[in-house]
């Protein structure tokens, strides 16, 4: 059965860091890409950094480019995200899946990210 444990959010001042990691079991990790969404109250989930399988090949939301960084360690099935910069439209709940344009596997419960003074 397919597991997607996100963890890190939290309430940080604008210009401030998050790292957010996703902790993926029941498929092969390391076969598939990894991506990081958000949603956020009355806005469609959006697709927010994305990283290959093999490689380094990334992308990333233009709204992030520069702040965002997404990561991997294959060896602990594990992708993070790490947010610097923060600004307040950052401000959602933060998802992981598997897939580099679209999501694979249904969504675990995400990570809550709020960004304000």
């Known amino acids: 059965q397919v597991q997607l444990v996100e963890s890190g959010g939290g309430l940080v001042q604008p210009g401030g860091s998050l790292r957010l990691s996703c902790a993926a079991s029941?498929?092969?990790?390391?076969?598939?890409?990894m991506s990081w969404y958000r949603q956020s109250p009355g806005k469609e989930r959006e697709l927010v950094a994305a990283m290959a399988h093999i490689g380094s090949t990334t992308k990333y939301a233009d709204s992030v480019k520069g702040r965002f960084t997404i990561s991997r360690d294959n060896a602990k099935n594990t992708v993070y995200l790490q947010m610097n910069s923060l600004k307040p439209e950052d401000t959602a709940r933060y998802y992981c899946n598997a897939g580099y344009n679209s999501p694979f596997h249904s969504w675990g419960q995400g990570t809550q990210v709020t960004v304000s003074s």
């Open positions: 029941g498929f092969i990790f390391s076969a598939y890409a």
